[in-house]
């Protein structure tokens, strides 16, 4: 079935466009918003696609405007997706307390099964389901995709790719959530999103996940970029790099990690490291 | 006298750091706040500055977060300063309508004389004189300088240019509005800031400042670059491009005018042509 996109607006940016849709989201069940960038060589041939996952609070306006990321797309001849962080709408439920690490703007990209949250907040199946359906089936892309994102997002990269043996070439993560079943801002989330039963928490925690995997899983072989900040704000209580580290140590997984002197948690970190994170998936794209 | 500057910010980024500092303005009579990027090479040896203006609505951080100049100015070995675009606070006057376009975020860079501004609208003077006084007793500075800005700031850095000879080794603009004498946001903001005796506004005008020239005026001889998106909105009845091309013309000066195809007024416009600009600076720095 055709999904109709509402053109939002369309700027002239290097060679290309970088341009903002609306359309009407079967799994989420309200009108969603992403953003692409396309180079003009998108008008000759179909490219790859790098799907951003944005942190908490962002939309898709964040990383379009300050990562300087379309860039190096440019040069490089990718297309850049930036999807929204939720579900939006007057009908869309927010946190009780309106607080800015859950609900709007903070959809944590796993599939809601608490009832209050269900109808909503699908932000799994939409970004690795809906969303790259109608990439596919509106823009010039190939089939090869790759996936990053920062902090919650950077936990969407991960899990999208974990879970999804086959769909994406590369994943890489800016100071992702590693373990979010060990802190704050990933057990409010799974508590509201998937309720108290921790149960069927470990299918949202990249760390869980890898330790579960067969020692033939094809995720072992994903080539695996991670960049985080030494002086970030959020490191040791919620992002837990040094789990994922483990985790991957424990199954013998290439983990290529940088640890950043100096770099906190905002996007002036991000435009710092973007380009190595660009160059890095187009070597598989 | 030593000016005290309190550190809003710092942010690692690229080689070096982002930071804000505000401090009491002895020519606005109000506390302004600035933004500096300094690579890591400025911790060795004094660096040029380049000075960016920025356009209506703005203060010192939509240029740091979106234009991506940092990155470039880091590989060049250029410091950026980037004010705030009018005195701020609860004692400075606003557009009695709180108008976009007149007011705190449009202080337009000239110094006001009319009776409600004048004691608080002095940006000509802050930004010629009481920040560059900043910068050299406080960071590792040259003495060389260069100045660049969009819209109202390439209009802010024109007359900046024109009127001290000397000071400046190369200016740029992104869209400037070249003859505010003859456009709505430039008749607005004149007659706000100077009164409606028309008779003074020419000073304030880089047409009629150009136009104005002896045929042996440094500025004539000074390196000057304007890009104007041709898709953009303000084109024709706020920027008038054509305008400031007649005025270099009429003189002989010399003006590398790029018209591009396409762009519009936004920061997707500056991102994709900044790179330009500041190595067309660094060759004169």
Redesign the interface.
């Known amino acids: 079935m055709t999904t109709a996109l509402c053109r939002v607006s369309s700027?002239?940016?290097?060679s290309g466009n970088?341009q903002r849709f609306s359309h009407h989201s079967n799994v989420n069940h309200c009108q969603m918003t992403f953003a692409i960038y396309q180079p003009a060589l998108a008008s000759e041939q179909a490219l790859p696609v790098l799907y951003w996952l944005s942190g908490l609070t962002c939309n898709d306006e964040n990383f379009s405007?300050?990562a300087?990321a379309?860039?190096v797309a440019d040069e490089l001849g990718m297309i850049l997706v930036m999807p929204d962080t939720s579900p939006r709408g007057d009908d869309v439920p927010d946190d009780i307390h309106g607080a800015y690490d859950f609900g709007l703007g903070a959809g944590f990209y796993v599939n809601a099964s608490a009832p209050q949250y269900q109808n909503h907040y699908q932000m799994y199946d939409y970004v690795t389901k809906e969303l790259p359906a109608i990439i596919a089936e509106n823009f010039n892309v190939t089939d090869k995709k790759s996936i990053s994102g920062h902090s919650m997002g950077g936990h969407g990269a991960l899990i999208c790719a974990i879970k999804n043996p086959g769909m994406y070439q590369s994943v890489s993560a800016f100071a992702p959530i590693t373990n979010p079943m060990n802190c704050p801002w990933g057990q409010k989330a799974l508590a509201g999103y998937l309720g108290d039963n921790q149960e069927s928490w470990w299918q949202w925690d990249s760390c869980e996940l890898i330790n579960s995997l067969a020692s033939d899983d094809p995720f072992l072989a994903l080539p695996l970029k991670v960049t985080q900040?030494l002086?970030d704000d959020f490191l040791n209580e919620q992002l837990k790099p040094q789990a994922l580290i483990e985790a991957c140590e424990g199954k013998g997984k290439v983990l290529d990690y940088t640890a950043a002197e100096?770099?906190?948690h905002?996007?002036?970190?991000i435009?710092?490291f973007i380009e190595d994170h660009l160059r890095f998936h187009r070597k598989y794209l």
């Open positions: 700027n002239r940016m290097f970088h405007t300050k300087g379309q860039r900040g002086s100096g770099f906190d905002s996007y002036f970190f435009s710092t």
